[in-house]
């Protein structure tokens, strides 16, 4: 019968096809996933003969294709159980955390092998909150005997062209208020920018627009250069990819251009970029720690974020050489 399993000699159940099944846990946002590339590489060249998925929200499926070689299954969040039957995942990783919401997900698969932290139910690496993300993950693999590189963090280039080929690209969204740097010094910056001969567009996702409006009339630019809410996740990554330079606070825009080299400016509130920050590169981190509140969810910008001024970031700038 068609897309029958059977029962392996380890216990769990082998698809028709005979491709055992990986799956990847972690139902969380853009920058989440791209901090896991690294991890997400070394599972790849560890397992070579598996189907590979990504249990993530659906609409991060344009990036998932940019990692390569993984299937996305649509999950939101740990409310409802992953859309996989018990026994047939064959090797379940945990790269959501270490708490037991995605514990509780993870053991209900019954996978054959389960490679997460330190839990009541099976052993691991105990969890370390002060490791940057993409090196606890990598820990994590290394632990289970799974080899990865923290530094491997380039995606394969997207299909479709930047329709803003050598743009220097001013995202001005985030999530939460928490990482919204002043609308006025987004404007201020843009303006200096364009006068030193920079095609200047804004970018954000479709709710972000009206802010992106906001910053684009403050800063006296043309209405048409923004992009936010128009681009899809394939042609933001493009935008990224080609950029001439980046500003963002930290956001996933900020680590798509650690994953193309692309020259940043990087401003950081209630996440500390020792746990977030970039790669070496030509990136370049602003914030003031010891003003840091920390709180990711609150509605006003964090004040380690607000102590950053456009000062500081056209020092930046000309600290990356694109001045």
Known sequence: MSGMQIAGETGAQIPADGKPELLVLRALKLGDLLVAVPALKGIQRAFPEHRLRYAAQGWLSEALGLVGGYEL???????????????????????????????????????????????????????????HERERWVRLLEWHGIEADPLDVQLNTPHIPSPVPGATVLHVGAAYGSRLWPAERFAAVAAALTDAGHQVVFTGGESERKRAEEVCRLSGLPGTAVLAGVLGLGEFAATIAAARLLVSADTGAAHLASAYGTASVVLFGPAPP???????????????????????????????????????VMAGVRALGVL
């Open 73 to 131: 299954l649509p999950t939101h969040g740990l409310d409802e159980p992953l859309a996989m039957e018990p026994g047939l995942v064959d090797v379940a990783v945990n790269l959501h955390g270490s708490g037991p919401e995605s514990q509780g997900r993870i053991e209900a698969l019954k996978a054959r092998q389960t490679v997460g932290h330190r839990s009541a139910q099976r052993d691991g690496p105990a969890w370390r909150p002060e490791l």
């Open 274 to 312: 020792e746990i977030w920050g970039p790669p070496p590169g030509p990136h370049v981190v602003l914030t003031r720690a010891e003003l840091r509140r920390g709180d990711t969810f609150a509605a006003q910008p964090d004040p380690a974020l607000l102590a950053v001024e456009v000062a500081d």
